[in-house]
Structure formats: C-alpha cells, structure tokens
C-alpha cells in the first residue's frame, strides 16, 4: 500500500532530493488518447492531482514520468490538475517537454505558486498540435531564476537529522479484539511520509463505504485512487476496516471507528505522528460515521466500550465527508431499518443514529460533498447538515458538484478535491 498511497512522493531521477523545493501547479490536457510530460533540470514530487473533467476510464500515471491517459477517439480534451514540488538540479533552467499521440491537441500550463494568497504566476503556456507520423512533442524553458523569484518555497525533512524517519507503511494492525469477531475486521492499515520526529506529520483517518455490508480498507478505486492524491506526501493515514451488517448493526458500526481513533491516538508517538492533529475522512456510509464519531465526541451513549483506550479521547480537528449520509429518515427509499436494528417506525432511534441530531457549538470544522445526481442519498442531506453546522456556529464548508453520482470517484469532479485538501490544510497544518 505504502507505495500506493504515497504515490505523491514519486519524483523523476534515483538521486537523493534537495532539501528545498519551489510550489507550482500544472495543468496537462489533450484530445488525443494520451499525453506526457517530462522533465530535466529538476526532480519533481506530486504532492496533489485531480482530473478537472468528466472523462470516462481516465488515467493519470505520476512515474516515471507524468502521463494522462483516455480513450481513444473520444475528441474532448481531458485535464488533469497537479500540484508539483520542484526540486532544481540546474542553475541555469529546467525544460518541461510534453509529448502526445498521433492526433488532436495537448497543452501544458504551469505556474508559480507565491506564498500566502498571491495570484499564481504564469511560467509556460503552450499547445502542441499532433501532424501524423511527425514526432508529436514539444520542449518549453524556464529559468531556475523564474521559479525561485515567484514560487513559494519549502523544506523536506534532513535526512542527516537524528530525528529522521524515512516513509513507511503498516498493515493490518488489529486495534481491538471481540469473541468471535474475524480480527481483519477489527484491523487498520497505517502509512506514514518521510518524515521528522521533532515535527510529526497530521493524521487523517479514512473510513471506507459500502453501504455498511461491504467494502474494506483496502479499496482499490477510493483509497489509493482518491485519498492517496489529496493527501499527498504530507500527511500520515490510516484505513479502518469495521464489523458489517448483517452480523453487527448500528453502533457497533461506530464503537468500531471510534475505537479506532483511540488505538491510533494512544500509538502516535511510537509511530511518529502527531496525535493531536487527527482528521476523519470518509465516503458514503464511512462519510455517515465520520460525522457521528466527530460530532458525537464525548456523548456518553455513543461511546462505546472497544478496545483497551476506551478513556482515550476521540475529539478530532477536521472531518470530510463524501456524500455520507445524515438523516436516515429522510433517505430515498425510505429508512433502512435493517440496518438501524431497531423496530420499524421508531422514529426516535432513526433521529438518535443520525449526524444532523448531534450538532453543537463545539464541534470540529466540517467539509461536506454531495452530488446534484446522486442516486441513493438526495443532496438535501448534505444540505440541511450544512445549515444546522452554519447556524450553530461551526467552522463547515459544503461542496455541491453538478451532475456527480454516488459512489466511485466521482467526487473528484469539479472544485472538490482541491477545496478538501485545501480544507485539511487550513485545519490540520494550520496553512
């Protein structure tokens, strides 16, 4: 998974990075079947990517170099975002070369990101048309000078430092035992950047979906596709697997997690994250338990009793919820009883397991996404949750994507990827 996961950290070249890389941001888009971008004169690190289109099986590869893949003969451009930590090992300049299939256009724009809210700065803006059999390429030159002028800068961790730990990854740490329960159901998988002890890294805690009958911790499409990009190389993740119905129903589901928290919060020194700094991240029915575990933190009859931290604290500094559920009475299709374990008709209970009946003034900052076209969950759900968070006062966001379904990756359309890890930043480095 580590290799996966931490997929942001991939650079060009074998060499050992500088300690100090310059912020841009590219955009690489093509009607053709593919394009590629390379580099010389630098080593680079894709710390973010999203597709900023609705483009059926696209693909996006960040080694070893940068490549955008769809299907073929379809003429509409596809772009992909990327956010890039610019190692130079030139003085002089640094060469951006793309290269595309036989047909249609591709474009490259990259620019400086300054620091705090100064407006990106444009360094290379160029198109490149394909001519049959020719050579389909094109080389753009910037100055290392340019980029060290306009870009913001930052540091990576000194690998001479005696307080250094190199990337790593942790699978399949059983955080709680049950009699008769499979222990991979009680168990969490835990990657961690290179990093510097003296200053760990954030935490974000991802809770899968399914619908709480399926999916796993190691979902292929959403974890390492999704989760994997926004974080990046910056912070620290765990995926929590947790019991499924029809053998556990509500709040085994949510003691599971919130047990979770407390093993990895009770465990951050040894392994070298900061368990002060912990955000929940989760999609659809793992969006669901997000916000009850985040909003429900220090509720007596929500605490559960999992594990050996059960007096360990869950409060958590950010939750992002992907289309997660809210309400359960208000739920196309109507309230899904099974699952509440309770009896059919007990509205009370049904009001009790969902999000929007635990607001309050002190809960953590809440980002929230939801599809105009969303089959299973009405983007009321989201909605409603967004104005009982805005009218107690806490710090939340909402993200309406037009045309977005529930499920896959479709919450990568439009401003949400970068408006989440925007908001992870905010409210887990403090940027």
């Known amino acids: ?31 053709s079947d593919w394009i590629e971008l390379s580099v010389e004169g630098a080593e680079i690190v894709v710390d973010w990517w999203a597709p900023a289109d609705k483009v059926n099986s696209f693909h996006v590869y960040t080694a070893p170099t940068i490549k955008l893949e769809k299907p073929c003969c379809l003429e509409v451009p596809a772009t992909v975002v990327l956010d ?41 803006d160029v198109t490149l048309r394909a001519k049959g059999d020719d050579e389909n390429t094109r080389t753009s030159r910037v100055t290392v000078d340019e980029i060290t002028t306009h870009a913001a800068s930052g540091d990576t961790p000194d690998r001479s430092s005696p307080t250094f730990a190199d990337a790593e990854s942790h699978l399949d740490i059983v955080y709680a035992t049950l009699p008769d329960v499979d222990p991979a159901l009680l ?54 697997n947790y019991r499924l119905m029809p053998d556990a129903q509500f709040p085994a589901q949510l003691y599971d997690v919130r047990a979770a928290v407390q093993w990895l919060r009770a465990h951050a020194d040894e392994f ?82 969902s999000p929007v009946s635990h607001v309050s003034a002190d809960d953590p ?40 379904m529930h499920g896959g990756a479709t919450g990568w359309w439009g401003e949400g990827p970068r408006a989440a890890r925007d908001f992870l930043d905010e409210h887990l480095l403090g940027s």
């Not at 650079?11 to 590219?26: I, K």
């Not at 990093?195 to 979906?209: E, T, Y």
């Open 84 to 124: 890039l930590q610019v190692f130079p090992t030139s003085a002089d300049e640094i060469s951006w070369t793309i290269t595309m299939g036989m047909y249609g256009r591709g474009a490259l724009e990259l620019y400086a990101m300054p620091d705090a809210n100064g407006e990106p700065v444009e360094l290379v």
């Open 272 to 353: 070298g994250y900061d368990g002060d700094r912990i955000g929940l991240w989760g999609f659809s029915s793992g969006g669901c338990l997000a916000l009850l575990l985040g909003l429900t933190a220090g509720e007596d009859d929500l605490a559960g009793s999992i594990g050996e931290y059960t007096e360990v604290s869950t409060d958590v500094s950010a939750i992002c919820s992907y289309y997660g559920t809210t309400d359960f009475q208000t739920m196309a299709g109507g309230t899904p009883w099974s699952y509440l374990g309770c009896e059919e008709g007990d509205d009370d209970f049904a009001a009790f397991a």
């Open 187 to 240: 168990s969490l998988d835990l990657t961690l950047p290179a990093r510097d002890l003296s200053n760990p890294p954030p935490l974000v805690v991802f809770i899968h979906g399914g619908g709480m009958i399926g999916g796993d911790k190691q979902s292929l499409e959403i974890f390492y596709n999704d989760v994997g990009n926004i974080v990046g190389s910056t912070y620290a993740v765990a995926s929590v």
């Open 365 to 404: 900052p809440v980002f929230l996404l939801h599809g105009t076209w969303d089959q299973y969950l009405p983007v009321e759900q989201a909605e409603t949750l967004y104005e009982l968070l805005q009218k107690a006062g806490v710090v939340s966001r909402l993200v309406i994507v037009e045309g977005a």
């Open 1 to 31: 998974m580590c290799a996966v996961v931490l997929a942001g950290v991939l650079a060009f070249g074998c060499g050992a990075l500088a300690a100090t890389y310059y912020e841009l941001r590219a955009e690489l888009s093509t009607t």
